[in-house]
């Protein structure tokens, strides 16, 4: 087993354990000695932590193939950790939500939006409620009124799709979160959990990624006939992928702009990408700018999200 493979393997484990092999040098490319250690690369805990792994694991296997570098892929524990962690060197690469890479961005100077799926560019999330709550179908924003008075459950406190934006819309709908619902606001920490909680009944309603409630949907993971959508938000922009701003000189000048041409590169020519691209939801990785994020930032500083 190669160098890079055997470090892809033991980066499944805890975090903690993950930091330590970095630091000792696990990922060096096979047939060198020393080197700058492996590029590091995460994503927030959005999902179920085992289809999460398998996703990074690829996308791992993809960049080192690609980039001739050792890559290790970095569990972290939830959102706020992804954020510390890049601020503090121990993440190279992060596959953000919309308001996590904007936190990193201003935590981290130097930090550099890379790229982002093709459906990144107009993201959407989906109101969920428990058939037996009494909740109807909405069709515009002026509808989600009638949240009012539920038990509500967001996802992460950090999710842009889970959390910021549809506390955006329910502001326009007239709706205060903190103070309109039956109760504070639940925090899930996961797409998936929350679509578990409202068909559990322990919320009436809650907000979620599209694309996760599509892909439960079709799997037939959720019942349907227990939960239902009620609305689906306007787009948004939300993922993308952040690379540290240490990356030149840890890998050589240049590194940057060949990080970013691999991440365009995934464009499904071969049945691995083809492959990587699925479990990504996407049809394609495309070019993103930091001002493709601003409209997110103004609302999470509205908000008080970041400062």
């Known amino acids: 087993m190669s160098m890079v493979r055997t470090c892809r393997a033991l980066s499944a484990g805890t975090l903690g354990v993950a930091v330590v092999l970095g630091a000792a040098g696990c990922g060096a490319s096979a047939g060198v000695e020393e080197g700058p250690g492996p590029l590091r690369i995460s994503a927030i805990p959005d999902v179920d932590p085992s289809d999460l792994a398998e996703r990074e694991e690829?996308?791992?296997a993809y960049l080192a193939d690609e980039l001739d570098v050792a890559v290790e892929?970095?569990?972290?524990?939830d959102y706020a950790a992804s954020v510390s962690l890049f601020g503090t060197g121990d993440l190279d690469v992060v596959f953000y939500g919309g308001l996590t890479?904007?936190?990193?961005r201003l935590r981290t100077e130097g930090a550099a939006v890379l790229a982002q799926r093709d459906i990144d560019e107009r993201f959407r999330s989906v109101v969920i409620a428990h058939r037996d709550a009494g909740l109807e179908?909405?069709?515009d924003v002026a509808g989600l009124a009638e949240l009012a008075g539920s038990r509500f459950t967001f996802g992460s406190e950090s999710s842009t799709s889970g959390r910021l934006m549809p506390a955006y819309f329910l502001g326009q709908a007239g709706v205060d979160?903190?103070?309109?619902?039956a109760g504070a606001p639940g925090y899930s920490g996961s797409h998936d959990l929350t679509i578990d909680l409202v068909e559990s009944g322990?919320?009436?309603a809650g907000a979620v990624?599209?694309?996760?409630?599509?892909?439960?949907?079709?799997?037939g993971t959720v019942d349907t006939d227990?939960?239902?959508?009620?609305?689906t938000t306007p787009a948004y922009a939300d993922y993308h992928w952040v690379g540290a701003p240490g990356l030149e000189e840890r890998f050589g000048g240049g590194f940057t702009d060949r990080l970013r041409q691999a991440l365009l590169d995934v464009d499904g020519s071969d049945a691995e990408e083809t492959a990587l691209l699925e479990q990504y939801g996407a049809g394609a990785i495309v070019p993103a700018e930091p001002g493709d994020y601003d409209r997110i930032e103004q609302i999470a500083r509205t908000l008080g999200l970041v400062g």
């Open 101 to 104: 890479g904007v936190q990193a």
């Open 177 to 181: 979160p903190e103070a309109d619902f």
């Open 137 to 139: 179908p909405v069709e």
């Open 58 to 60: 690829a996308m791992a």
């Open 73 to 77: 892929y970095v569990p972290v524990s």
């Open 209 to 219: 990624n599209l694309q996760v409630w599509e892909a439960r949907t079709e799997a």
């Open 202 to 204: 322990s919320y009436q």
């Open 226 to 231: 227990v939960v239902q959508e009620i609305f």
